[in-house]
């Protein structure tokens, strides 16, 4: 079994399902007591967020590279970026240190592709949704992205993933917001629904949206095990 590098805390809700998906799929996998072996560097969210709402990409790059150099140094043998938003500085990463990083976008989209759909609403923060690296590299794997078309709707997830799922605040009126912007999305073309941050299966799956949902949270983490367990 391979040593798998979780750099979270972006945020600690959601590492922690990743810690349990890990372990979950591997046991499945494997059976008896087996488990994953892995390493967390758990960053601060505040540095993270504040570093991105300011444009301080190049902060945040620092920030995930230490974190990276520091789980090379424990024995890891890829990289789990535990937030979508992460990978915004994910080839960059790549360029400096010595380990593969397990894409998230490249998961999801090979899901996606796997389901048979090429027309995805995109839900997540604000960077993921405004900037184009997640949207450029769907698109050149075959994905076409759509994302809440107002500005109103896209600050609304940014901001409820920060002050509510972020801290484990789970409010139904929220979810509800969620799913009129999943709606018009829908009206909009999208054949799926990428939940794009790993906070928001939190408050919504596959039971509550009449179209597949992709959970990058759950499709990151089978990426991960079939990493660590592949020959």
């Known amino acids: 079994m391979k040593k798998l590098g979780l750099v979270g805390g972006m945020s600690w809700v959601s590492t922690v399902d990743y810690y349990r998906f890990i372990n979950e799929g591997v046991n499945a996998r494997l059976g008896g007591l087996n488990y994953a072996e892995c390493v967390i560097y758990s960053v601060n969210f505040s540095a993270f967020v504040s570093n991105n709402t300011a444009g301080k990409w190049d902060d945040t790059f620092r920030i995930l590279r230490d974190a990276c150099l520091n789980l090379e140094k424990a024995g890891a043998e890829a990289i789990v970026l535990c ?3 992460a990978h915004a500085v994910a080839d960059r990463l790549e360029t ?17 592709k796997g389901a048979g759909l090429r027309k995805v609403g995109l839900l997540g923060t604000k960077f993921t949704m405004e900037m184009d ?18 500005q109103e709707s896209r600050d609304f997830i940014q901001d ?9 605040i789970i409010r ?16 909009q073309g999208a054949e799926g629904i990428i939940l794009g941050c790993t906070e928001i299966p939190m408050i919504l799956g596959q039971d509550d949206v009449s179209v597949p949902v992709f959970d990058t949270t759950r499709i990151h983490s089978d990426a991960a095990i079939a990493f660590a367990l592949a020959d």
Not at 96 to 112: R, S
Not at 160 to 168: A, C, F, N, P, W
Not at 175 to 185: F, G, R, T, V
């Open 83 to 85: 937030a979508n938003t």
């Open 96 to 112: 400096e240190i010595n380990l593969p990083i397990i894409h998230i976008v490249a998961a999801t989209a090979a899901a996606i």
């Open 133 to 150: 690296f997640y949207k450029d590299k769907l698109a050149s794997l075959g994905i076409e992205p759509i994302v809440p078309a107002t």
């Open 160 to 168: 409820t993933l920060r002050d509510e799922l972020g801290k484990g």
């Open 172 to 187: 139904e009126e929220t979810k509800q917001s969620y799913l009129a912007i999943i709606d018009e999305l829908i009206r």
